[in-house]
């Protein structure tokens, strides 16, 4: 069984930062590609931000300059250091992972999301 928690959602003025992390845990054998998704209301979800075990990270080009992700493998934990906040980034964000457990995988497993909401 994996879970992957995620936390760091809220409340934030336009210009502001937040710093999500999410946690994955359970039968884990090895964690490969971690990445951030994103659904507005009425949207469809999106890919904010991904990063392999190595190798280069990929963002999204609405947060490209501004967001920033990153892992601590040792953790099994993935972060997004959100700066400079606009309204138009006010999502549900969702941790996703391609995790291989002692009996399957890999396999991908989604967190159960945090609000972020940019508002004055």
């Known amino acids: 069984q994996v879970q992957l928690v995620e936390s760091g959602g809220g409340l934030v003025q336009p210009g502001g930062s937040l710093r999500l992390s999410c946690a994955a845990s359970g039968s884990i054998f090895r964690v490969y590609v971690m990445g951030w998704y994103r659904q507005a209301p009425g949207k469809q979800r999106e890919l904010v931000a991904n990063i ?33 906040l606009k309204p138009e980034d006010t999502a549900v964000y969702y941790c996703n992972a391609a995790i291989r ?20």
């Open 101 to 120: 457990t002692f009996t399957s995988g890999p396999n991908y497993y989604w967190g159960q999301g945090t609000q972020v909401t940019v508002s004055p």
């Open 52 to 84: 392999p075990r190595e190798g280069r990270t990929n963002y999204a080009d609405s947060v490209k300059g501004r967001f920033t992700i990153a892992r601590d493998n040792t953790k099994n934990t993935v972060y997004l250091q959100m700066n400079s």
